[in-house]
């Protein structure tokens, strides 16, 4: 009986139903949508109490995938949605890997934070080890960035403003405004929401007295509905900045299989309303790399399960067994040799 494989050769061979069908560049599909409250929810997509997660993270996807480009919003700090692609992104030294597209203007950045995830376990779901890639605020706010931040929203009940409580000790409100009726809070996440992350310094500042220009400075790099989706280049993210979300070391990754975004700033701005980013899609910056990646683990993934005599040791490397006493991997099996 052959031993079954976990960790990275388990993701390996989740991945083979898939590369006989990528063929986009775009997302394919929506994971999670867990926003955060806040004056655009409910609305962006469209959300009643019939909805579930599973009926929201659908309706996202309608918006979202094949480069459909309508709107989807994460609510205040912390609201997130998790999406992949039909193919694992493959990371390619020195060059962005992929874009998420959002709204921003000039003056008018909602910074979110990207991580992504490898499919490690092989259960092509969401559920393994996630990874910030780390943009300018770690080099240009030293010292003003909280990491492993913690904030809980609680309803209040109908069309209400949302109070909030958060690991510093603070507290405040995302706030309802005479723009938007609906109720703040998601419908379909029940009444008290807690979400953890990385809180970035705020970008506002009023710069008239009567409080109706409000300014929301673009951060340096590396955060989506940061810049005009016109600067292709500035909405580009590259796999090589990847870090533990909370220690910022550095993650060596091959390629990423889910993708996620949040809101990373907790801010009112007067008539404004809260700090919510927006997105519009996403894409895979050098499709044929990935394809030409994902084809090569296949034939390797194959090489290590069919009657190959070739012996690889658990971070793929081909190598030839018998030299020292070592685990390898060969026709499926895990073994050590005695050597």
Known sequence: ??????????AF???????????????????????????????????????????????????????AGQMVTLGAWGGYITFHFDHPVANIPGENDFAVWG????????????????DTNGNGLPDDAWYELAGSADTDSVGLVTYGYT?????????????????????????????????????????ALTLSG?????????TSANGQNWVLQALRYGYADNVPNA????????LEWAVEPVTRKTVRLTHADFFR???????????LGETS???????????????????????????????????????????KAGRARMMIVKKGKKLITNH
């Open 13 to 67: 061979f989740c991945l083979l139903p898939l590369l006989a069908q990528a063929q986009t560049k775009y997302l394919e599909a929506v994971d999670e949508y867990v926003p955060a409250p806040g004056q655009f929810v409910n609305t962006l997509p469209a959300a009643d109490a019939t909805d579930t997660p599973a009926t929201m993270a659908r309706k996202c996807t309608e918006r979202l995938a094949g480069g």
């Open 277 to 319: 980013t927006e997105i519009t899609g996403a894409e895979d910056l050098h499709l044929e790399a990935s394809l030409q990646q994902a084809a090569s683990i296949r034939h390797l993934s194959r090489d290590m399960v069919q009657g190959s005599d070739n012996a690889y040791d658990l971070s793929g490397r081909k190598v």
């Open 1 to 10: 009986m052959r031993t079954k494989l976990r960790g990275r050769w388990a």
């Open 198 to 206: 990385t809180l970035l310094p705020a970008n506002a500042r009023n």
């Open 261 to 271: 975004v949040y809101t990373a700033q907790n801010q009112m701005c007067g008539w």
């Open 103 to 118: 709204n921003a203007n000039v003056n008018g950045a909602e910074p979110g934070i990207v991580m992504v995830s490898q």
């Open 151 to 191: 904030l809980t929203y609680t309803r209040q009940g109908d069309l209400q403003d949302v109070p909030w409580t958060d690991s510093r000790g603070d507290s405040g409100t995302v706030t309802r405004n005479g723009f938007h009726k609906q109720e703040y809070f998601p419908l379909w996440l029940g009444d």
């Open 231 to 238: 600067d292709s280049a500035a909405n580009g993210f590259n």
